[in-house]
């Protein structure tokens, strides 16, 4: 199982952007695909982004498309979301999780999960 630590959040006017960093440990980094997934006040956890074990697949929920980037670094071991032209309703706690191998979008096929960063995007 690996260790996953997220940063990055903070309090952003709308159209703003805002960078969240996964910092992956404890595993081989090249064999796990990690997502991003939020979850605001009395809603459900939601997709955000995937990226596969190698980097060369990406998916994004429709809401986002166009505003967010995932991106992995090996030399590293983190996996970023890049935020541009945020709007209030991105407000929630943000969460990256870490699955081996196989892509998914659904939360409840990845194992390890960070503590969650909150980003909230004013008006």
């Known amino acids: 199982q690996v260790h996953l630590v997220e940063s990055g959040g903070g309090l952003v006017q709308a159209g703003g952007s805002l960078r969240l960093s996964c910092a992956v440990s404890?595993?081989?980094?090249?064999?796990?695909?990690v997502g991003w997934f939020r979850q605001a006040p009395g809603k459900e956890r939601e997709f955000v982004a995937v990226?596969?074990?190698?980097?060369?697949?990406?998916d994004y929920v429709d809401s986002v498309k166009g505003r967010f980037t995932i991106s992995r670094d090996g030399a590293k071991n983190t996996v970023d979301l890049q935020m541009n032209s945020l709007k209030p309703e991105d407000t929630a706690v943000y969460y990256c999780?870490?699955?081996?191998?196989?892509?998914?979008?659904?939360?409840?096929?990845?194992?390890?999960w960070g503590q969650g960063t909150q980003v909230t995007v004013s008006s």
């Open positions: 990226i596969s074990s190698g980097g060369g697949y990406k």
């Open positions: 999780a870490a699955r081996q191998w196989a892509l998914s979008t659904a939360s409840r096929d990845f194992r390890s």
């Open positions: 404890g595993r081989t980094f090249s064999e796990y695909v």
